[in-house]
């Protein structure tokens, strides 16, 4: 996706233009590093809590397991990445692994987000589509869709294809993530009659609510640069190294929020449990 040329009239100006090169380098790496090293231990954690704890904690929280299985598929991916600035033979591998980055934590983050604005809006059907099966028949389609997103990124490795494919994906993504937002807030304020008495049931729409927002600002924080950054690189048909580079590290920094609150989350359940 890198593969612009510029054509330099000084030395001056060569050397400036490498100096900036090798910048936007160290911080494309400096991004890698901070999604592997945090990334890494932190969803193997999440995997771990969930693996060995309660049948029922396996599937009521499916959806944060596979996108913790995911979140390994991105640190691979910035692994690779990293690599590839030495091993130039990575870089197919790398293109392949875009997908998950590209399609897989926001397709996740997704179903975690519409699960919630199901179990606050349409609580009916949410318990119908509760069972563990509705849940794996919806990651399996997303693991395929992972796969075909793959597949497109080595496929169109070699021009500006995957840019306006990112840009799509993650406009849509954000839009769906706003849209169970909307709906949401519209729940609570239309709590009437009798909100004393449901008091436990306000109670868990807020805590939805909240989930959801914080949620959605982690998603506008990781989708809108790249979304604003794929416009302008679709119209001046090149790659701008400083904006990437910077969508890149907010990128990484957000992915760390859905894992954070899990933690937040089974923390406190453990201790109620042992008080």
């Known amino acids: 996706m890198n593969n612009f040329t510029v054509n330099f009239t000084t030395t001056e100006t060569s050397t400036n233009s490498s100096t900036s090169f090798e910048l936007m380098n160290s911080l494309d790496i400096c991004g890698y590093t901070i999604g592997l090293l945090f990334g890494l231990p932190t969803h193997s954690y999440v995997i771990?809590?969930?693996?060995?704890?309660?049948?029922?904690?396996v599937a009521s929280e499916f959806f944060i397991l596979n996108l913790s299985v995911c979140e390994l598929g991105v640190c691979l991916t910035s692994l690779i990445s990293?690599?590839?600035?030495?091993?130039?033979?990575?870089?197919?591998?790398?293109?392949?692994?875009?997908g998950f980055v590209i399609t897989g934590r926001p397709l996740f983050q997704c179903l975690i987000c519409v699960e919630r604005y199901l179990a606050v809006v349409?609580?009916?059907t949410f318990l119908k589509y509760k069972p563990l099966r509705y849940r794996v028949i919806c990651c399996t389609v997303s693991w395929i869709s992972i796969l075909g997103s793959c597949l497109l990124c080595l496929i169109f490795s070699d021009n500006l294809k995957p840019t306006l494919f990112l840009s799509v994906h993650f406009l849509l993504f954000l839009s769906i993530?706003?849209?169970?937002?909307?709906?949401?807030?519209?729940?609570?304020?239309?709590?009437?009659?009798?909100?004393?008495?449901?008091?436990?049931?306000?109670?868990?729409?807020?805590?939805?609510?909240?989930?959801?927002?914080?949620?959605?600002?982690?998603?506008a924080i990781m989708f809108v640069p790249f979304i604003v950054i794929g416009v302008v690189t679709i119209l001046k048909k090149q790659i701008i190294r400083a904006l990437w580079s910077?969508?890149?590290?907010?990128?990484?920094?957000a992915g760390f929020v859905q894992p954070v609150l899990y933690l937040h989350r089974a923390v406190k359940l453990s201790l109620s449990s042992k008080l």
Request: net charge positive; proline share 4%.
């Open 177 to 219: 993530q706003l849209f169970c937002l909307v709906a949401v807030l519209r729940a609570l304020k239309q709590s009437g009659p009798g909100e004393r008495g449901r008091e436990k049931e306000n109670c868990m729409k807020r805590r939805a609510f909240y989930l959801i927002i914080i949620t959605t600002v982690s998603m």
């Open 246 to 253: 910077i969508g890149l590290i907010s990128y990484m920094l």
């Open 48 to 57: 771990w809590l969930i693996i060995t704890g309660p049948e029922s904690g």
């Open 82 to 98: 990293a690599l590839s600035f030495r091993f130039f033979s990575l870089l197919s591998f790398k293109f392949f692994l875009l």
């Open 122 to 124: 349409h609580p009916v």
